[in-house]
């Protein structure tokens, strides 16, 4: 039996000092225990919907939010308002559709957002890759690769020989020029999701780029910024040392085997 498709995630980061959180914090000095719950219960609705957005048209959801909350509807729109002029949720969104998200929380899930697409097209594309093989099998049973094919076949695999020669001096110079770009390429990802390195980690990024997958590298730090925002050098260097232990050389031999996990477990 197939796994059910799951739509939003599974869990969401929670840091340790999240008390701590200039806009969450006169929230708690008003409404106490009750604000802290109000606004994580609903950030577990919110990535647990596909676009991750909370839909209140519904009356119905906001009477059980209150239920589990043990607080009334006038304390519930009370809370509500102050998380929105603290900028914790999209005011103009929710103003506008009575929907609850913030732009980190869609910042947050880019990541898995493209991840979950790249695993839907490689499951796309192994199915489509099964119906063209079944068909070649048919057609190769009722019909005799001529001897005009066989030799077109050896033409271009001449072409594609010759095309792939490539004088050493020119591989050097393009080389130089390759890390340049990739160190660039690194750094950028990194301003990106957390601001200008400090001088060792932009060192220890351009080292990085020189030995690995410019590509490979940019979505550890992707990946970095979602899971593991306190270390992100080192969450970047464990995705890096379990895809060289795996044998996994480049971002899409990556996004195959994320694709195949996802898969497996029903998330596409």
């Known amino acids: ?3 059910q498709k799951k739509d939003g995630m599974d869990y969401f980061p929670h840091d340790t000092n999240a008390n701590s959180n200039i806009k969450l ?23 647990k919907n596909k676009d991750f957005e909370l839909d209140l048209n519904d009356s119905e959801t906001v009477i059980l939010i209150c239920t589990k909350l043990k607080i009334s509807e006038e304390k519930y729109f009370q809370i509500l308002n102050s998380c929105l002029n603290r900028n914790l949720f999209d005011k ?48 190769q049973q009722n019909s005799n690769i001529t001897e005009m094919d066989i030799e077109e076949k050896s033409r ?17 110079d393009r080389l130089t020029d390759t890390t340049t770009t990739e160190n660039a390429r ?35 730090i992707e990946l970095a910024a979602f899971y593991n925002g306190k270390n992100p050098l080192a969450y970047v260097k464990k995705v890096l040392t379990d895809c060289k232990r795996d ?17 497996a477990a029903g998330r596409v």
């Open 186 to 220: 690194a750094k950028d990802a990194w301003v990106k999701m957390f601001g200008a390195p400090i001088p060792y980690v932009e060192q220890e990024l351009a080292d990085l780029s020189t030995d690995g997958d410019i590509e490979l590298i940019c979505r550890a």
């Open 92 to 139: 103009k969104l929710y103003e506008k559709k009575k929907r609850l998200s913030s732009g980190g929380v869609k910042e947050r899930v880019k990541p898995v957002i493209q991840k979950r697409k790249k695993a839907q097209e490689y499951k796309d594309r192994q199915l489509n890759n099964c119906v063209v093989s079944a068909t070649e099998i048919t057609q």
């Open 1 to 3: 039996m197939a796994r």
């Open 247 to 263: 044998g996994i050389q480049t971002a899409d031999e990556w996004w195959k085997r994320e694709a195949e996990r996802d898969i």
């Open 25 to 47: 914090e006169p929230i708690v000095a008003t409404f106490g225990a009750e604000g802290y719950a109000f606004y994580f219960l609903h950030l577990e609705y919110i990535y």
């Open 156 to 172: 271009e695999k001449k072409r594609k020989e010759e095309k792939s020669k490539v004088n050493i001096e020119e591989r050097t």
